[in-house]
């Protein structure tokens, strides 16, 4: 039987699932509207569309070391509480996601929810992510993922409140024994407590320090307008030091530091010379759940006054 619009127009409004998503099941069921609609709600998306609007802004962060510790993923799923965050099925399929994305040959989330389930093959990584709606009853999110490599050395990870962020480094190591795994993953602790920018200075973009330094050099001037260039230029270049000395992992002051004072690639360096090691912090990947998400702002005692008020 063709499938019209009308038919697709009609399950959508007895569903509330997506037009597509209608299209599909009205072509698999050969029309049939009762066996298209059953054949939605298996696939958890006539519950998870109505659901689809709601705000996603909580959830885990978590990380799969793989192949001895030279590959790694770390992903972020979203849920709408912090409650469903801590539920078992959640966070087993939380698992099962960061499982798929260590193996994935997705080059971006629009590619990997578009794969194949490797649980269940029948499903793409959307569908089964729409059963999983369905099951839990919160709108939910496979937000991003990212996978790193490092065949001369290892990747390290971290988790932190488990699962409120999640860390990865890139170490490049000729040597790996426990003191330098402890020390890869105390740099990964620094990343996770102090929220660097950037590995190094070297990353810092020049288009960046160039228009820093001109912001700078206006406000020292307007400090300071008696003073000669030398003066200016040392004023910016040490404020330029400092905000560098907060945004790059390697130039932070480390924070297990004994004297409040040695940065983190002192603190390298020096792990590395007593293990006779030649070590680089290559790069990290930090993920904080919800992150960059424009939560709802409930506003409780408003919302119990209107209903005492019976609106």
Same mark, same amino acid.
């Given at each position: 039987?063709?499938?019209?619009?009308? =038919?697709?127009? &009609?399950?959508?409004?007895? /569903?509330?699932?997506? =037009?597509?998503? +209608?299209?599909?099941?009205?072509?698999? /069921?050969?029309?049939?509207?009762?066996?298209?609609?059953?054949?939605?709600?298996?696939? $958890?998306?006539?519950?998870? /569309?109505? @659901?689809? $609007?709601?705000?996603?802004?909580?959830?885990? +962060? #978590?990380?799969? *070391?793989?192949?001895?510790?030279?590959?790694? %993923?770390?992903?972020?799923?979203?849920?709408?509480?912090?409650?469903?965050?801590?539920?078992?099925?959640?966070?087993?399929? %939380?698992?099962?996601?960061?499982?798929?994305?260590?193996?994935?040959?997705?080059?971006?989330?629009?590619?990997?929810?578009?794969?194949?389930?490797?649980?269940?093959?029948? =499903?793409?990584?959307? !569908?089964?992510?729409?059963?999983?709606?369905?099951?839990?009853?919160?709108?939910?999110?496979?937000?991003?993922?990212?996978?790193?490599? &490092?065949?001369?050395?290892?990747?390290?990870?971290?988790?932190?409140?488990?699962?409120?962020?999640?860390?990865?480094?890139?170490?490049?190591?000729?040597?790996?024994?426990?003191?330098?795994?402890?020390? %890869? @993953?105390?740099?990964?602790?620094?990343?996770?407590?102090?929220?660097?920018?950037?590995?190094?200075?070297?990353? *810092?973009?020049?288009?960046?320090?160039?228009?820093?330094?001109?912001?700078? #050099?206006?406000?020292?001037?307007?400090?300071?307008?008696?003073?000669?260039?030398?003066?200016?230029?040392?004023?910016?270049?040490?404020?330029?030091?400092?905000?560098?000395? !907060?945004? +790059?992992?390697?130039?932070? *002051?480390?924070?297990?530091?004994?004297?409040?004072?040695?940065? *983190?690639?002192?603190?390298?360096?020096?792990?590395?010379?007593?293990?006779?090691? @030649?070590?680089?912090? @290559?790069?990290?990947?930090?993920?904080? #759940?919800? &992150?960059?998400?424009?939560?709802?702002?409930?506003?409780?005692?408003?919302?119990?006054?209107?209903?005492?008020? $019976?609106?």
């Amino acid at each position: 039987m063709a499938v019209t619009a009308a =038919m697709v127009k &009609e399950l959508r409004e007895m /569903t509330g699932a997506g =037009m597509m998503d +209608c299209k599909k099941a009205l072509t698999a /069921t050969d029309g049939d509207m009762d066996a298209a609609i059953e054949f939605l709600r298996e696939k $958890g998306l006539a519950s998870a /569309t109505k @659901k689809a $609007g709601r705000i996603a802004a909580e959830g885990l +962060c #978590t990380t799969k *070391v793989v192949d001895d510790g030279k590959k790694a %993923v770390i992903v972020e799923v979203n849920a709408e509480t912090d409650f469903v965050a801590k539920n078992e099925k959640f966070q087993t399929y %939380v698992a099962q996601v960061a499982d798929q994305a260590a193996k994935t040959e997705a080059k971006d989330i629009e590619e990997f929810l578009a794969e194949k389930w490797e649980l269940d093959p029948s =499903m793409t990584v959307k !569908e089964a992510l729409a059963a999983q709606i369905a099951v839990i009853g919160e709108n939910m999110n496979i937000r991003r993922f990212a996978q790193v490599t &490092e065949e001369n050395g290892f990747v390290a990870s971290y988790i932190h409140a488990g699962g409120k962020i999640a860390v990865l480094v890139d170490v490049e190591t000729d040597v790996v024994n426990d003191a330098v795994k402890e020390m %890869v @993953k105390n740099v990964a602790m620094q990343a996770a407590a102090l929220k660097p920018m950037y590995t190094s200075r070297e990353e *810092v973009d020049a288009e960046y320090i160039e228009k820093e330094k001109e912001i700078l #050099t206006a406000a020292a001037k307007n400090e300071k307008p008696d003073a000669n260039d030398k003066i200016i230029s040392g004023m910016v270049m040490g404020r330029i030091n400092k905000e560098l000395k !907060e945004i +790059c992992l390697m130039d932070q *002051v480390y924070v297990k530091a004994e004297d409040g004072k040695q940065p *983190v690639n002192k603190y390298v360096a020096e792990v590395a010379k007593a293990n006779g090691a @030649k070590i680089k912090i @290559k790069g990290f990947v930090r993920y904080e #759940t919800g &992150e960059g998400i424009e939560k709802k702002e409930e506003n409780f005692a408003e919302e119990v006054a209107k209903q005492m008020a $019976g609106n």
